[in-house]
């Protein structure tokens, strides 16, 4: 395993001295945001990590490895690179046997950050349920994996351009905590109300870390789904993204974009139909979102010091 797993300095250090590490994807980069606000918000995040205490791992496949925290060359190199492949459970193996770079999704950062050793993982808004998925049969593996991978996954919610009253029942059939942050309602992602209960609720870093490790000595499988509301500063208010979700989706259609493309088309589409400002909350919730896992990773290093 050590072979495959390629570590940061900085990544390694915090591991062998049980400090707080946070998961970072790379997806996000390659296919969520364009260069080169991907590069600066990939920057900021990791700044954001430090500053609130813990050790970011940035995840991506290069040159045959899982790469455990990423320089700020190679930051830029993802950001600017064309033909990077978005990796999935699926898609992994195939990625490390031919030699190709990819940008690990919610799915493969977990399996990574699990074969690290890292507890929490911080990013924007988890694959889910397409809308028309009763004919698409589009859900995301980001579902299952958060069902059998036990990593701690901070996100704004689920992405608004899915079907949210799907992704929340697909969610609960395959037994996956998901846990609202300072208020009852699941956030959509860009607005901080989507009109749905959350089946959970914790306000603090250190039940959502309890709550993690008595998930490992229960012996379940699988990780945490934390829904933190956008800041209210940040937000668009669900009437005015909502029109522009429609739109994007329309667009989609009448393009016939299917498959791992709907996603990132999405948002490009969103970008534009917002004049920027889906980027804008997007930055926003990540950087909440990492603040936010690192108070997380720093609880669940102090608890298990106190009750190994
Ligand atoms: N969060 C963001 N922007 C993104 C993503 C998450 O703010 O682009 C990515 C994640 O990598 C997630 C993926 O796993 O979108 C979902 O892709 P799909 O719907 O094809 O499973
Ligand atoms: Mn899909």
Known sequence: MSALLAFSDEARRALSDARPLVALESTIITHGMP??????????????????????????????????????????????????????????????????????????????????GIDVFATGGIGGVHRGAESSFDISADLHELAQTRVTVVSAGAKAILDLPKTLEVLETLGVPVIAVGQQEF????????????????????????????????????????????????????????????????????????????????????????????LAANIALVLDNARLAAGIAGEIVRQRQIEP
């Open 187 to 278: 956030p959509a992602f860009w607005s901080r109300s989507s009109g749905l209960v959350a089946p959970l609720r914790l306000d603090s870093a250190g039940e959502i870390a309890a709550a993690h490790l008595l998930r490992a000595r229960l012996r379940l499988p699988g990780g945490q789904l934390i829904a933190n509301p956008i800041p209210h500063e940040a937000e668009i208010p669900r009437d005015e993204i909502v029109p522009a979700i429609e739109a994007a989706l329309a667009d989609a259609a009448r393009q016939g974009v299917v498959a791992k493309a709907v996603t990132p088309f999405l948002l490009q589409r969103l970008f534009e139909r917002t004049q920027g400002r889906s």
């Open 35 to 116: 260069y080169p606000q991907n590069v600066e918000t990939a920057r900021r995040v990791e700044a954001q990590v430090r500053a609130a205490g813990a050790v970011p791992a940035t995840i991506a496949v290069m040159a045959s490895r899982i790469r455990i925290g990423l320089s700020d060359d190679e930051l830029e190199t993802l950001g600017r690179a064309r033909e990077v492949m978005k990796l999935s459970r699926a898609d992994l193996a195939a990625c490390l046997a031919s030699g190709r770079t990819g940008a690990t999704t919610v799915a493969a950062t977990m399996i990574a950050a699990a074969l690290a």
